[in-house]
Structures are given as structure tokens and as C-alpha cells.
């Protein structure tokens, strides 16, 4: 396998998360080519950092992406390309259901090979639509967030950009949730048919498991929080929509106007996603695990090969396709260079595209943009994934790359929230405002800097965190 070329090149982390290399290596292959509304972007590392796995795009091509998108954005009617935007996600959803009604033990080896492929092509093309709610909150959004805070007389507005003009499902299945605790009747009950209903809810990729009882039972809020948190949430969403209209008739300029328009509505779009695709990763479980049985692999194993390989091993089941996965599942790391796409898991050569990254590395202060105020002095606790929430302490500070409707049941117990990324209108803010907690969004370094157990003040009102004793000392 060739190595990585050494090029010095500015790096722009976009996200940090947990993919296996099937999803991983397909949502990496995406803006191969310029079209109307992005441009190609041809180089890119996907790299272990912490639990999770750095996407970082090579600055320049990110900001080109980030230009094209919110020009093509702002040459549209914001309503029709919502519809257009939640319609391709649609659509995967239908196709995920189809193929689930699919009996794949009555397909050939060849067939359920080409299934795989298949899969592998669609999630390229559903990635580049996914990924661009990621483009507008750093390109349009931030645009739209930078011309509030410019304008003194605005910038009481900008909570009114965070609040999603239509209720998400999740945002629905939370609802439900507290309706559960707020009046329970048949708790048990209610509760068995919430999980049918939302199995999908921590389905973050192929691999994750659907919510059980057990889940929701050990994070069910009492019946008072939940009372409380339902009064909050409707009180804030009314005002913040008020305040969003407001907003729209005090700008005058149809520019300016648009573009606040469609930063609002990205925060909708963005939180939607998962609507869909949580539920169609819950619909390909079937098809995974007929995979997993023919290659003689686990079904997580399976996800750690690429299309190709899964294709071949389909053909002729080998333990070297089991041993390639368990190297992978110990750490691997993806490389797009001038579109030439390699997939390493030698310690060495991944050691030596993170060299390539390191200086994207801020320092040591810890500021961010403020989610909600608040100031607060506590322990930390950083968490990754939902494989970590078992180790949460509740009032403890929640810090993590980026929170996701998971997270929801420890954010509750968290007395603060401190994120490496987002702006206004992510996961994290909207819900640190319904919650009335402490937060701080988009640090870049906070997940790096600080360990767990730091006692740290919070001041979410300056968007700064100060480390007052590290652990241990």
C-alpha cells in the first residue's frame, strides 16, 4: 500500500466523529467533481483524534466548498430548496425501506455483492447532500451570526437563528419522552411503545444499536424536571420564533434579509437529517447481518471492510478478511490525495499523517462562542459517544466535540456544556437553550486541552473556560 505524500498543506477540521470505514470511506470519496453547487475538493484525512476521527479538507478546497454553497444558496428561493433539501432525504429513507422488504437470504453471493456497491455509490451521493448543512453553518451561517454581532442593535436577535422553524421528529420524540415522565400512567408500557416507535433514535451509523428500555428508564427525568422542561420548551420556542420574525422586518436590505432567512433555516435542515437516516441505518440491520453470516464475519467486522473487499469476501469467505477488519477496528485512518484514496492502519504511517495536522493546533485557551450564559466552576468530563455515557457524572461539565440527540439524557444531568465545534444554530446551542445550561460552542481545542477530572470556572457569558486545578495536581 503506498505511502502518504509528505505536502505541506493547511488542514480545516470539520468534524470530529465515529464512523467504520465502510460509511467513513464513502462520505470521504464526496466533491470529486465541481458541480452548481459545490466544488471538488480533492484532498482530505480522516484521523484518529481522541475516541473519535478527525475530517479534515485542505483549507483552501473547504473554503471554496463554502463559498460556492452559500452563493447558490442565496441565488435561490430559500422555501423550494428547504423542500428540495428534506425530499433527497426522503428519498434515501424510501429507498432504505425498500431494501429492507428485500428476503436477502434468497439472494446470490454476486447479487447481495452488488447490493453492497450499490450501497456504497448512494452513501457517496446522500454524503455530499449530508455534508451540507455542515457548509452552511460554516459558510452562510457564520456569515448570518457575524452580521447580528456587528450591529449592536441586533444582537439580542441572535438566539432567534438557533430555533428550527418546524419541530424535528426528534425534536417530536423528545417531546414525547417528557409527556412519558410528566404523566406517566402505564410507565412500562409507555415506554415499550416508545422504543418500537423510536427504535432508530441512537442509530448514529450501520453499527450502533437501537434504543432499549433499559436506556430510556435510567434516563427518564422526574416527573417535576419533565414538567418543567415542557413549559420551558414552549415558552422559549415561541419567543425565539417572535423574535426571528421581528429580526426579518427590522432588516431592510433583501440581501441581508436572505441570508439571516436561510441561516434560520439551516438550523431546521441540519437537525433534520436525522430524521431520516436514522431510521434507514436501523432499516440496513437485515441486510448486515446476512453480510456478516456469508463473509463468517461479526456484523461490526463487516463495516470495517470497504465495498470491494466485501465484494470479494462474499465470493470467498477467508479469515485474512476477519483479520484486516479487527486491525481496523484497533485503528485506521483514511487519505484523499489529489483524488487518489488510500485506507491505512499501520501505527507508523498513521502517526504520520497526524504530523500532517498538527499544526492546525490553537494553543491552550480555551474560548468559544457563547451557546447560552452562565457561569459555573466544576469538574470535567469529556465524552465522545454514546459508548462513553455510562462513565458521565451528573453535574459534572460536559465537554465534547459536538453533542447529537443522544446525548440529550446527559446533557440534562451536565451543569455546563463546552463543545469544540458548532456555531449558533448546532445541536449543542439549541439544546443548551431549551435546557438553560451553561455553554460554550465551537473552543476547537477543548476536547485536547482538558482532561478529565479538571476542576475548571466556566464563564459562558465571555465564552472562555479557565482551568483552575488540573487533576491529579
Same mark, same amino acid.
Given at each position: 500500500?503506498?505511502?502518504?505524500?509528505?505536502?505541506?498543506?493547511?488542514?480545516?477540521?470539520?468534524?470530529?466523529?465515529?464512523?467504520?470505514?465502510?460509511?467513513?470511506?464513502?462520505?470521504?470519496?464526496?466533491?470529486?467533481?465541481?458541480?452548481?453547487?459545490?466544488?471538488?475538493?480533492?484532498?482530505?484525512?480522516?484521523?484518529?483524534?481522541?475516541?473519535?476521527?478527525?475530517?479534515?479538507?485542505?483549507?483552501?478546497?473547504?473554503?471554496?466548498?463554502?463559498?460556492?454553497?452559500?452563493?447558490?444558496?442565496?441565488?435561490?428561493?430559500?422555501?423550494?430548496?428547504?423542500?428540495?433539501?428534506?425530499?433527497?432525504?426522503?428519498?434515501?429513507?424510501?429507498?432504505?425501506?425498500?431494501?429492507?422488504?428485500?428476503?436477502?437470504?434468497?439472494?446470490?453471493?454476486?447479487?447481495?455483492?452488488?447490493?453492497?456497491?450499490?450501497?456504497?455509490?448512494?452513501?457517496?451521493?446522500?454524503?455530499?447532500?449530508?455534508?451540507?448543512?455542515?457548509?452552511?453553518?460554516?459558510?452562510?451561517?457564520?456569515?448570518?451570526?457575524?452580521?447580528?454581532?456587528?450591529?449592536?442593535?441586533?444582537?439580542?436577535?441572535?438566539?432567534?437563528?438557533?430555533?428550527?422553524?418546524?419541530?424535528?421528529?426528534?425534536?417530536?420524540?423528545?417531546?414525547?419522552?417528557?409527556?412519558?415522565?410528566?404523566?406517566?400512567?402505564?410507565?412500562?408500557?409507555?415506554?415499550?411503545?416508545?422504543?418500537?416507535?423510536?427504535?432508530?433514535?441512537?442509530?448514529?451509523?450501520?453499527?450502533?444499536?437501537?434504543?432499549?428500555?433499559?436506556?430510556?428508564?435510567?434516563?427518564?427525568?422526574? /416527573? @417535576? =424536571?419533565?414538567? *418543567?422542561?415542557?413549559?420551558?420548551?414552549?415558552?422559549?420556542? %415561541? &419567543?425565539? +420564533?417572535?423574535?426571528?420574525?421581528?429580526?426579518?422586518?427590522?432588516?431592510?436590505?433583501?440581501?441581508?434579509?436572505?441570508?439571516?432567512?436561510?441561516?434560520?433555516?439551516?438550523?431546521?435542515?441540519?437537525?433534520?437529517?436525522?430524521?431520516?437516516?436514522?431510521?434507514?441505518?436501523?432499516?440496513?440491520?437485515?441486510?448486515?447481518?446476512?453480510?456478516?453470516?456469508?463473509? /463468517? @464475519? =461479526?456484523?461490526? *467486522?463487516?463495516?470495517?471492510?470497504?465495498?470491494?473487499?466485501? %465484494? &470479494?469476501? +462474499?465470493?470467498?469467505?477467508?479469515?485474512?478478511?476477519?483479520?484486516?477488519?479487527?486491525?481496523?477496528?484497533?485503528?485506521?485512518?483514511?487519505?484523499?490525495?489529489?483524488?487518489?484514496?488510500?485506507?491505512?492502519?499501520?501505527?507508523?504511517?498513521?502517526?504520520?499523517?497526524?504530523?500532517?495536522?498538527?499544526?492546525?493546533?490553537?494553543?491552550?485557551?480555551?474560548?468559544?462562542?457563547?451557546?447560552?450564559?452562565?457561569?459555573?466552576?466544576?469538574?470535567?468530563?469529556?465524552?465522545?459517544?454514546?459508548?462513553?455515557?455510562?462513565?458521565?457524572?451528573?453535574?459534572?461539565?460536559?465537554?465534547?466535540?459536538?453533542?447529537?440527540?443522544?446525548?440529550?439524557?446527559?446533557?440534562?444531568?451536565?451543569?455546563?456544556?463546552?463543545?469544540?465545534?458548532?456555531?449558533?444554530?448546532?445541536?449543542?446551542?439549541?439544546?443548551?437553550?431549551?435546557?438553560?445550561?451553561?455553554?460554550?460552542?465551537?473552543?476547537?481545542?477543548?476536547?485536547?486541552?482538558?482532561?478529565?477530572?479538571?476542576?475548571?470556572?466556566?464563564?459562558?457569558?465571555?465564552?472562555?473556560?479557565?482551568?483552575?486545578?488540573?487533576?491529579?495536581?
Amino acid at each position: 500500500m503506498k505511502k502518504p505524500i509528505n505536502q505541506k498543506q493547511n488542514w480545516y477540521l470539520l468534524w470530529s466523529r465515529r464512523y467504520a470505514p465502510f460509511v467513513a470511506s464513502s462520505y470521504f470519496l464526496t466533491y470529486q467533481a465541481d458541480t452548481p453547487i459545490w466544488t471538488k475538493c480533492r484532498d482530505k484525512l480522516f484521523v484518529p483524534e481522541g475516541g473519535l476521527h478527525g475530517y479534515y479538507i485542505e483549507a483552501d478546497g473547504a473554503k471554496n466548498i463554502f463559498r460556492k454553497f452559500s452563493q447558490y444558496v442565496l441565488s435561490k428561493n430559500i422555501s423550494g430548496l428547504c423542500r428540495q433539501y428534506e425530499n433527497i432525504f426522503k428519498n434515501w429513507l424510501v429507498w432504505s425501506i425498500k431494501i429492507n422488504k428485500q428476503d436477502f437470504s434468497r439472494l446470490s453471493d454476486v447479487a447481495l455483492g452488488h447490493l453492497v456497491k450499490e450501497l456504497a455509490v448512494k452513501l457517496v451521493v446522500f454524503g455530499e447532500w449530508q455534508m451540507l448543512a455542515f457548509m452552511a453553518l460554516e459558510g452562510l451561517v457564520k456569515d448570518a451570526e457575524d452580521f447580528i454581532r456587528f450591529r449592536p442593535d441586533l444582537k439580542k436577535f441572535l438566539p432567534a437563528l438557533s430555533t428550527p422553524y418546524r419541530e424535528t421528529k426528534i425534536m417530536r420524540a423528545n417531546l414525547e419522552l417528557l409527556q412519558i415522565a410528566a404523566h406517566p400512567v402505564n410507565l412500562q408500557k409507555q415506554i415499550k411503545e416508545y422504543c418500537s416507535k423510536y427504535a432508530w433514535l441512537n442509530m448514529y451509523e450501520f453499527i450502533d444499536a437501537p434504543i432499549t428500555e433499559k436506556e430510556i428508564g435510567r434516563h427518564l427525568p422526574d /416527573k @417535576l =424536571s419533565a414538567k *418543567e422542561s415542557l413549559k420551558n420548551y414552549q415558552a422559549n420556542r %415561541q &419567543k425565539n +420564533l417572535k423574535l426571528l420574525r421581528r429580526l426579518l422586518v427590522k432588516v431592510k436590505n433583501p440581501r441581508h434579509k436572505k441570508l439571516l432567512l436561510a441561516a434560520s433555516r439551516f438550523a431546521y435542515l441540519k437537525e433534520m437529517r436525522d430524521d431520516y437516516r436514522r431510521p434507514a441505518y436501523l432499516f440496513f440491520h437485515p441486510f448486515w447481518h446476512e453480510i456478516a453470516r456469508r463473509t /463468517k @464475519l =461479526s456484523f461490526i *467486522e463487516a463495516n470495517y471492510l470497504l465495498a470491494d473487499e466485501l %465484494q &470479494k469476501a +462474499l465470493i470467498k469467505p477467508d479469515k485474512k478478511w476477519q483479520a484486516l477488519a479487527r486491525e481496523r477496528m484497533k485503528n485506521f485512518a483514511l487519505e484523499l490525495s489529489f483524488g487518489r484514496f488510500s485506507i491505512y492502519s499501520d501505527k507508523k504511517i498513521i502517526k504520520k499523517l497526524l504530523v500532517r495536522v498538527a499544526n492546525n493546533d490553537q494553543g491552550e485557551e480555551i474560548s468559544g462562542a457563547t451557546a447560552f450564559p452562565g457561569k459555573i466552576m466544576g469538574r470535567i468530563k469529556i465524552i465522545y459517544h454514546q459508548d462513553d455515557f455510562k462513565k458521565f457524572i451528573k453535574g459534572s461539565i460536559l465537554v465534547t466535540p459536538m453533542t447529537h440527540p443522544e446525548f440529550l439524557p446527559i446533557m440534562r444531568q451536565a451543569a455546563a456544556i463546552i463543545t469544540d465545534e458548532g456555531g449558533v444554530t448546532c445541536h449543542a446551542a439549541i439544546t443548551a437553550r431549551e435546557l438553560k445550561k451553561p455553554c460554550i460552542i465551537g473552543t476547537k481545542i477543548a476536547t485536547k486541552v482538558l482532561k478529565d477530572g479538571d476542576l475548571v470556572e466556566v464563564d459562558a457569558g465571555k465564552g472562555t473556560v479557565k482551568i483552575i486545578k488540573k487533576y491529579g495536581e
